[in-house]
C-alpha cells in the first residue's frame, strides 16, 4: 500500500513562497494498491493527482471524512466527473438531518459553483456512512464518527498486511484534562489502534490552542500523545494551520522533539509535506 500526500494544509490553501516546502494545497490523500486506488477528502490538492493515475481508471473511490469547505473545495475541479464514461462513488458520512446527495448540492450548485450536480455528466454514487466497515477492491476500510464540528468520520484502512489511519480533523480529548482516562472514551482510538502510520490533526500549539477549544482540531504535543496510546508505528502531522509558514512549522517540530524526547521513545514523527510518498510493507 503506497499512500502520497496530495494536500497538507487545513482551513484555506495558501500560495506563498514562505509555505512551498510543506505545500499550501488542502487536504486530499493518495492511496494506490495494485491499481486500486482511493482518494482520501477533496481539498485542492486532489488536483495533483497524476494524469498518469487518472488515465488509468475509469472507476474512481473518494472518501470524504467531513464536508467542511477545505475537503471538498477541489472536488469541483476533478476533471473524471465530467467524462461522462466514468463511475465516480463518493463516500461520506451520514447526518440525521439531511441527505449526503443533499449537502453536497450546497457545494455543486450556483452560486458557490457554476455546474450543477444533477449536469455532471458521470455516473456518480453516493454512499452514507457511519460506524461502518466495507471493501473497496483489496481495501478494507473501517469508518467511525470522531470529534470534530458537523459529522465527521475517520479511516482506517487495511490490505492485509498493513493499517493506515487517517484522522485530518480531530479534537480527541475536548473537556478531558490529561491522559490519564480510559481507551474507550478517547475519540478514535479503535480507528488508530498500532496503524503502521497514523496521518493526524496537528494544527495548533498549545497557546494557539488555548482559545479554540472545541473548534475540532489538535495540538502537536495531543497528537503525539494520541499516537502513543494508540501505539502507531509513525506519525505524520497533518492539517498545517494556514498562518503556520515553513519556518514556523520547523520551529514548533524542534520543540515538540524536545518536549517528548521524540528520539528516545519508537515512534518516527515528521511534518507532513506536499507530494512526500510513504510504502507500507
Known amino acids: 500500500m503506497k499512500i502520497r500526500v496530495l494536500g497538507t494544509r487545513g482551513s484555506l490553501p495558501i500560495t506563498k513562497p514562505e509555505t512551498k516546502h510543506y505545500g499550501g494545497n488542502t487536504s486530499c490523500i493518495e492511496v494506490i494498491q495494485d491499481d486500486q486506488l482511493l482518494i482520501l477528502d477533496a481539498g485542492t490538492g486532489i488536483l495533483r ?17 467531513h464536508l467542511h469547505i477545505d475537503h471538498i473545495q477541489g472536488l469541483g475541479f476533478f476533471k473524471p466527473l465530467f467524462n461522462a464514461s466514468n463511475e465516480v462513488h463518493i463516500w461520506g458520512p451520514s447526518s440525521s438531518s439531511k441527505s449526503l446527495r443533499d449537502r453536497l448540492n450546497r457545494y455543486l450548485s450556483p452560486p458557490l459553483f457554476p455546474v450543477h450536480y444533477r449536469d455532471i455528466p458521470c455516473k456518480i454514487h453516493l454512499h452514507e456512512i457511519s460506524h461502518s466497515s466495507f471493501n473497496i477492491g483489496k481495501f478494507h476500510i473501517e469508518s467511525n464518527y ?8 475517520g479511516f482506517r484502512i487495511s490490505n492485509g498486511n498493513s493499517v493506515f489511519t487517517y484522522l485530518p480533523d480531530h479534537e480527541h480529548i475536548l473537556g478531558v484534562q490529561g491522559w490519564d482516562i480510559d481507551k474507550k472514551w478517547i ?8 496503524a503502521d502510520l497514523l496521518i493526524h490533526d496537528s494544527q495548533y500549539t498549545d497557546k494557539e490552542y488555548e482559545d479554540k477549544i472545541g473548534w475540532g ?65
Open 49 to 65: 493527482l497524476s494524469k498518469a493515475i487518472i488515465a488509468k481508471q475509469s472507476e474512481f473511490n473518494i472518501l470524504l471524512t
Open 217 to 281: 482540531h489538535c495540538t502537536f504535543e495531543n497528537a503525539v500523545s494520541f499516537a502513543e496510546r494508540a501505539n502507531v508505528k509513525k506519525l505524520l502531522l497533518f492539517h498545517h494551520d494556514p498562518d503556520h509558514t515553513d519556518k514556523r512549522l520547523e520551529e514548533i517540530y524542534k520543540h515538540l522533539l524536545n518536549q517528548h524526547k521524540i528520539n528516545e521513545i519508537e515512534l518516527p514523527v515528521e511534518l507532513a509535506v506536499e507530494g512526500k510518498s510513504f510504502d507500507l510493507g
Open 187 to 194: 475519540s478514535g482510538i479503535e480507528l488508530a489502534e498500532k
Open 146 to 153: 470522531i470529534c470534530h464540528p458537523g459529522p465527521t468520520v
